[in-house]
Each structure stands twice: as C-alpha cells, then as structure tokens.
C-alpha cells in the first residue's frame, strides 16, 4: 500500500500570492498522481493528473510536478483568489491500477 | 449530462442496523468505486466495481458489501452498524481501458451519503 503525506497544517496565504501544497508518499511511485478540491460537504473534484514520465503539468493558474526520485507532488495555485479556498487532497493510483489512496488533504484559506 | 448521483444525501441509523446507500455512475461510465471519509480525513478505498464483479477491495471487514447492476448503478450495504461507521460515504464512477492503468484517470465523485450512527 501507499502512505501519504500532505501539508498537516492549514494553509493560509494572502489574496494575489502563490499557494504551495505538498504531497510526499513512501513507497512505489505510481502511474500516475491526482489532485482534487474538495468543498465542505461536497465530494472532490478533479483538477489534474500528472503521468509518472511527466515532470510538470499546468492548467490556467494551477501547475503540478511530479518528482519520483524524492517521491514528492508540489501543486500550486497562482495569482490565489478567496474562491480557490477549499480542502485539496492528492491521490495515488495504486500498482494494481483499481484504486486510488488519498492523502488527508491539505486546507486552503485565500485572505482577501 | 448528469454525473454521479447518490441516495440518500443524510441519513440517521443507530448501532446494529443495517444500511443500504446507492450510486448511478456518470453516464458512459461502466466502473463504480466506493470511498468512506471520516471527519478531517481523505477518502479511504472501500472496494471497485465492474462488470457486476468486485475487482478490488480495501481495508474493510465483511460488514461491508456491494453490487453493481447490468446498468453499472451499484449499492453499498453495511451491516451491523458501528458508531465508527459514521461518515461521508462517495461514490466515484470512472471509465476503463484495455491497456494500463487500467482506469482512464480521473474519478467523477458524487456529493456523497453523510452516515450518522447513533
């Protein structure tokens, strides 16, 4: 299995600046890594996939790296508005390719 | 398009009851995987769904069960419940592939049944 750590202390950043989330797993790298947003109360949603020969991945104000020799995922959210606040989670594809193991989420606050 | 429906969103059961929560995957979408997230934690992988088969399961006891119907809708079913068993249970529908990884990538997630044990 995969043990996966995100950033264990909430996030908050001022409006306009760069957020940085972390994602570090233990052991095999996989496939492939997600991110997805979570709402209070609401089930996540996809943001990005990034394969496992790709070093970085961007859509609009997101970017996605992908280290596999530090075992390590960084997301960031550019130009950061109160409405990317929400719970990010980044999930692994585990080497049997039927289920993903997702970390606790890290916890965004954008400070107008 | 309707995307990944679940039933019912709340619902109020005490310990040692039995509960069924249901899920319509997103339409063009054959494979149904099952997610149980307590309070302040990730999603954990309960089991997947497809062709009617439980292909993979998790970490979970017996008092966890499921099917998936020739219209790929599935059920989750948890018997004698425990007040550990409270918690946002998703459902996330993918599409599959004949290569690896086998699933396409993204999961589509419903909004979830939220499972108060009493």
């Known amino acids: 299995s995969q043990k996966i750590e995100q950033n264990s202390e909430a996030l908050n950043i001022q409006e306009g600046k760069t957020a940085t989330l972390t994602c570090n797993y233990t052991?095999?790298?996989?496939?492939?890594l997600q991110w997805y947003r979570q709402d209070p109360g609401r089930g996540p949603v996809f943001l990005l996939l990034?394969?496992?020969?790709?070093k970085e991945k961007r859509k609009e104000r997101l970017k996605v790296t992908f280290d596999t020799t530090l075992k390590q995922s960084l997301f960031h959210i550019t130009a950061s508005q109160p409405a990317d606040s929400a719970t990010y989670l980044c999930?692994?594809?585990?080497?049997?390719?039927?289920?993903?193991?997702f970390g606790t989420g890290t916890s965004l606050t954008v400070i107008p | 398009d309707a995307g990944v429906t679940q039933s019912p969103t709340h619902l109020i059961k005490t310990r040692g009851q039995q509960v069924t929560l249901r899920c319509s995957p997103k339409s063009g979408h054959d494979t149904v995987s099952w997610y149980q997230q307590a309070l302040g934690q990730g999603p954990q992988f309960i089991f997947q769904y497809y062709e009617e088969e439980e292909r993979q399961r998790g970490n979970f006891p017996d008092r966890f069960s499921g099917h998936q119907f020739p219209n790929y809708s599935s059920e989750l079913n948890v018997n004698a419940l425990l007040l550990g068993d409270s918690a946002l249970y998703l459902c996330a529908s993918s599409g599959r592939t004949s290569g690896w990884p086998p699933n396409t990538g993204e999961l589509f997630f419903g909004e979830g049944s939220r499972l108060t044990v009493l």
């Open positions: 999930a692994l594809l585990s080497n049997t390719g039927n289920q993903f193991y």
């Open positions: 990034i394969r496992e020969n790709e």
């Open positions: 052991n095999y790298s996989p496939a492939y």
